[in-house]
């Protein structure tokens, strides 16, 4: 069975410049998450999809982050503009309700890096 | 609200020896904790978890973890380490409370793990 993909695994781009990284999930998995770690530092949620619906956005800046899971299976994490600041690892998982306990497989994560 | 605590940024053991990476949370309801393992350049890879029932959960590679509900904690152990369990090791814990954030995973800042030859 394919883990969680995502891509690409690197980025580096220019302050005030777009960035988008995409996701595809375990097959199967009807939830989706997509997650920030800065350097040293734990994930931290962005944004939880059920299917194609985002049920906690809570934690992501809306001002330049969006994200979208159009046909609930795939998912694209935009920035626009990136910041310095932005710079991390930005993490994708997928999980499926039906193993009763919700664990979350973790994808290898895009390193974004802001110049 | 939901946290985790992993007191020590970095464990150093040698190689043979037993290894023990701590972890203390608090939570609201019922606590469901895990640990997961990210290797350099690498996304986490889950260890253990403990839902319910008995509280020293066996995981992958040797690992276990002894779930303490009076200490709130939730130590991570191997009885005999390996270099290449060299890694960073992160505790977490999920909301189970209900609400938008249902199934969220709060990590700790997570702990280094070297195992010296």
């Known amino acids: 069975e394919a883990g969680v993909v995502q891509s690409p695994r690197y980025k580096i781009i220019e302050k005030k410049q777009p960035v988008a990284f995409w996701c595809n999930p375990i097959?199967?998995?009807?939830?989706l998450y997509w997650y920030l770690q800065n350097l040293g530092q734990g994930p931290e949620l962005l944004i939880r999809y059920e299917n194609e619906e985002a049920v906690d956005d809570s934690q992501l800046p809306k001002d330049r982050f969006s994200a979208e899971r159009l046909k609930g299976v795939d998912s694209t994490l935009k920035i626009q503009p990136a910041e310095l600041g932005d710079s991390a690892v930005y993490l994708c998982?997928?999980?499926?309700?039906?193993?009763?306990?919700?664990?979350?497989?973790f994808g290898p994560g895009t390193r974004l890096t802001v110049l | 609200a939901q946290s985790v605590a992993q007191p020590e940024d970095q464990v150093n053991v040698a190689e043979g020896n037993p290894l023990t990476v701590k972890c203390t949370y608090s939570?609201?309801?019922?606590?469901?904790l895990f640990w997961y393992v990210q290797y350099p350049n690498r996304g986490l890879q889950f260890l253990l978890k403990?839902?319910?029932?008995?509280?020293l959960v066996k995981g992958s590679y040797g690992f276990e973890a002894e779930f303490n509900k009076s200490q709130t904690s939730f130590h991570l152990k191997k009885p005999s380490a390996l270099v290449s369990d060299s890694a960073l090791y992160f505790c977490?814990?999920?909301?189970?409370?209900?609400?938008?954030?249902?199934?969220?995973?709060?990590f700790g800042q997570g702990t280094i793990l070297t195992v010296h030859p």
């Open positions: 939570v609201s309801g019922n606590p469901y």
């Open positions: 097959s199967g998995h009807n939830t």
């Open positions: 977490a814990v999920r909301d189970d409370a209900g609400g938008t954030s249902y199934g969220k995973l709060t």
């Open positions: 403990y839902i319910t029932g008995d509280n």
């Open positions: 998982a997928s999980s499926s309700w039906t193993s009763g306990d919700n664990e979350q497989f």
